[in-house]
């Protein structure tokens, strides 16, 4: 029996110092781009390059690679080399005040045109004001006047003097001008004098009454004739006079954007505009109050229709805009009608109208987190929306859930030309693809970033360029090349693989800004392997309270391992416990009782409900591999249970399949096993045992419990042999494996493990299905037999009872 145990060597990827053929990273040039993500740089590359529609990306990998460092700096440069997009602004829509009409301009020429026709309306209030006040206006004014009052003047005179020869005079009254009767002495008659008259008398004055009033009819309706001819001359006047100080600005105005239809379209409106609310720019007296105590504020004309709204000014820009909405809210994302509150009421117009980050990205390059955007409300389907209408709508979202329909603004939607970028899981991602049928239409590009890559020279010294660029751009000490290889074991540790480096390059920040404080507190000018060293235990003291504890109750013999002495049915298994930000191994005490019975192998955690589907499924494999090793000649005929003893909450996993059967085996064997080895490892039907996850962990579980009670040379763990690979072990295991103190002993299959638990031989079957006396198989089978053979004849017997009564 050859029992294979791992040299130290093999426990962990020690990187020389030496390989580095610089001292320092002061000698190393910065990392300029990414590392070991070729696959998602290149999928990035083609979907910046593609301007077909739904070919936006989506950039899905681990939190910590880098995503968002490279999508930033790969679109600044790619940004700087393209066209600066159009400026957008929004104007009145003097047609429709409700629509605004939004304006595309070149860049820049948003905020000269919002100056020019701001200084154009300051220039107009001073100016028009000063023409209605000239004497020349005046005059004229006065000359239209007075032929006015002239022609009514003397229409009504004649009325007057045709009146008074018939006794009848003209009065004023609130209704307008009348016809009443007068006495010799030309006194008014009064309506009883009126009445006291003889009938003759009083119907000849009805007549004549009759004939006056309808020629005073025609007279009143001349004068007002007169009166509607005298207001349009006064308007022509004053749009006459206007002209003079607007024509020349407009003029000049319409001269300076000459090359923009748009804008020329818009002075034109303006200028009528202007023409039909000349009252607004005349100069008005301040209102007297009607108690002189209450003060009300001034009416002052609104100018607000004549602004420009600068949605989007492009002017400052170098190249195409890269836009990062780290809080995409609706009105964040799509922009908003902001309102405000005059007398109680909520008003808004054009200008009130605020751009939003997709405006800004327009033209450019959209980045937003996916969870983030997903977690607001009407948020995804608005982007969506926006994506295949190619266009931006601004709109109050909020409308159609309101009780009371309210007038809002209904802007004009703005052409779209944007690449979005998501940056999420890759759980969200395959959530998205899979249930949104609308998102593989339009987010056509995965750009997949690894969280390893292959530990070759190339991306070694990638990893000094990427300490050197963090050294430099946060004013940190510069390692030393022991530095460096430090830093880089710790990559290799993160990657759980000899042969790969970690790409999560956050972890790797942050353990170069944590090496920097540890150097300080040393006065050192350069970080050393040392103070990564340092920096590495200090993380994990500041996390691992909860494993002290567990370490401090098994001292205490609160929670049952023993890691000395041998014991039947009874294995040490080692479970991950992961808190998120830290994970260690924890040994477990698993027992096994086996009895004559037909219930089968009963495991205690699936019958309570305290196991996942995975370790059901493993338990049922199980079951599947004793089956078909002993139980080919006789069927499987025995009772037992297996239980993770002081087990307080679900386990998941088949990590602990090899332990579980090894403690089955013990207990049918009757060998014991050896308390100072613990187990873990995954098997299939076959009995090959597969590799598993968190392998350094639970070494390091393991060996610390250990180190409780003592090193005396025989502790040790038993791994799959296909988790060599991902060994990366603490220098204090390696060092008590060099010493002889603790072992790891690497296995392919079942038996190679159950030879090292119990000192015993497996034993192989030979050609009459029988195995070696003496061996575990042996015994096994033997045990399986007896139990057949026992129920066989307690049947028997319980039939011939039955028969005989």
């Known amino acids: 029996m050859e029992i294979k145990k791992l040299p130290p060597e093999s426990l962990r990827w020690i990187c020389n110092p030496r390989e580095f053929e610089f001292n320092t990273t002061e000698e190393v040039q910065p990392l300029e781009g990414t590392i070991g993500q070729e696959r998602a740089l290149r999928a990035i590359d083609f979907g910046l390059g593609l301007e077909s529609q739904g070919f936006n990306i989506y950039i899905l990998g681990e939190s910590g690679t880098g995503k968002t460092t490279t999508i930033n700096k790969i679109l600044e440069m790619r940004a700087m080399k393209e066209k600066i997009p159009d400026d957008w602004c929004y104007v009145y829509n003097f047609d429709d005040p409700d629509r605004p009409k939004t304006m595309s301009l070149t860049p820049g020429m948003g905020i000269i045109l919002q100056k020019d026709m701001d200084e154009l309306i300051n220039i107009l209030k001073v100016e028009i004001p000063k023409i209605f006040e000239s004497k020349e206006y005046e005059k004229h004014r006065n000359q239209i006047l007075e032929e006015y009052q002239e022609k009514s003047k003397e229409l009504l005179s004649k009325i007057e003097v045709e009146a008074t020869k018939k006794g009848f005079t003209l009065r004023k009254t609130a209704t307008g001008i009348i016809l009443a009767p007068i006495k010799n002495g030309g006194e008014t008659l009064s309506q009883d004098e009126f009445g006291a008259l003889e009938e003759d008398k009083r119907r000849r004055l009805e007549e004549l009454s009759k004939g006056l009033q309808e020629k005073l009819n025609d007279a009143l309706r001349l004068a007002r004739e007169g009166e509607k001819e005298l207001k349009e001359k006064i308007s022509k006047l004053e749009r006459d006079a206007a002209l003079t100080a607007i024509g020349q600005l407009i003029t000049e105005l319409e001269s300076k954007y000459r090359l923009y239809p748009e804008i020329l379209k818009y002075l034109e409106y303006v200028k009528e505009d202007i023409l039909l609310n000349l009252e607004d720019f005349k100069a008005s007296e301040e209102a007297i109050p009607s108690l002189p105590f209450l003060k009300m504020p001034k009416s002052e004309p609104s100018f607000n229709r004549y602004k420009i709204n600068v949605l989007v000014n492009n002017g400052g820009a170098q190249g195409a805009p890269v836009v990062i909405e780290t809080n995409p809210t609706y009105l964040n994302l799509f922009g908003r009608i902001e309102h405000k509150i005059q007398y109680g009421i909520a008003i808004t117009d054009f200008t009130m109208i605020k751009a939003g980050s997709v405006h800004r990205a327009n033209g450019g390059y959209l980045i937003v987190n996916a969870l983030d955007l997903l977690r607001n409300i009407f948020v995804w389907d608005a982007l969506k929306r926006m994506i295949k209408n190619r266009e931006i709508k601004i709109e109050d979202i909020w409308e159609q859930y ?20 998501l940056l999420g899981s890759p759980y969200l991602y395959y959530l998205l693809y899979n249930l949104d049928e609308d998102y593989k239409k339009l987010f056509k590009v995965k750009a997949d970033f690894d969280n390893r890559m292959m530990k070759t020279k190339e991306n070694l010294l990638k990893y000094a360029s990427f300490i050197s660029a963090r050294c430099r751009e946060e004013n940190l000490r510069h390692f030393d090349r022991t530095g460096v290889a430090k830093v880089v074991e710790y990559g290799v540790r993160l990657a759980e693989d000899q042969k790969r480096l970690s790409a999560r390059f956050f972890n790797i920040a942050d353990i170069v800004r944590e090496a920097n404080y540890w150097a300080s507190q040393d006065g050192n000018s350069y970080i050393t392997s040392r103070h990564v060293e340092k920096a590495l235990e200090e993380k994990i003291y500041r996390s691992n309270k909860i ?24 294995v040490n298994g080692i479970a991950v416990i992961d808190l998120g930000d830290y994970g260690f191994g924890k040994p477990s005490r698993i027992t096994a009782k086996t009895y004559t019975g037909k219930a089968g192998v009963v495991n205690i955690e699936r019958e309570t409900k305290m196991s996942g589907r995975i370790h059901d499924k493993a338990h049922m494999i199980l079951t599947s591999y004793l089956g078909g090793k002993f139980s080919q000649e006789l069927p499987l005929t025995l009772s037992a249970s297996i239980c993770f003893e002081q087990l307080y909450e679900e386990v998941e996993g088949d990590s602990a399949t090899c332990t579980e059967l090894y403690a089955l085996l013990s207990s049918l064997s009757g060998l014991p096993i050896k308390q100072g080895i613990a187990v873990t490892g995954s098997m299939n039907q076959r009995g090959e045992v597969q590799p598993v996850g968190g392998i350094n962990e639970k070494i390091e579980g393991f060996f610390e419990v250990c180190k409780l009670e003592r090193l005396i040379g025989e502790q040790g763990v038993i791994i799959p042999e296909r988790n060599v690979k991902n060994l990366m072990l603490k220098e204090a295991v390696v060092e008590a494996v060099r010493d002889g103190k603790f072992h790891i ?20 079957k030979r050609e009459d299905g029988t195995y070696p006396e003496g061996t575990v198989n042996y ?27």
């Open 402 to 421: 309101r009780l009371i329909s309210t007038v809002t603004l209904k802007p004009d939607p703005i052409p779209l030309n944007i690449k979005v970028v």
């Open 547 to 570: 494993e002290e504890r567990i370490q401090e109750l098994i001292d205490e013999g609160t929670i049952m391992v023993d890691v000395d002495g041998a014991v039947v049915g009874q």
């Open 745 to 764: 002993y690497p296995i392919e299959d079942i038996d190679e493990g159950i030879e090292i638990l119990t000192g015993v031989n497996a034993g192989k």
């Open 779 to 805: 015994l096994v089978d033997k045990r399986l037999r007896d139990i057949a053979r026992t129920l066989k004849e307690f049947d028997k017997g319980k039939k011939e009872g039955e028969g005989s009564s």
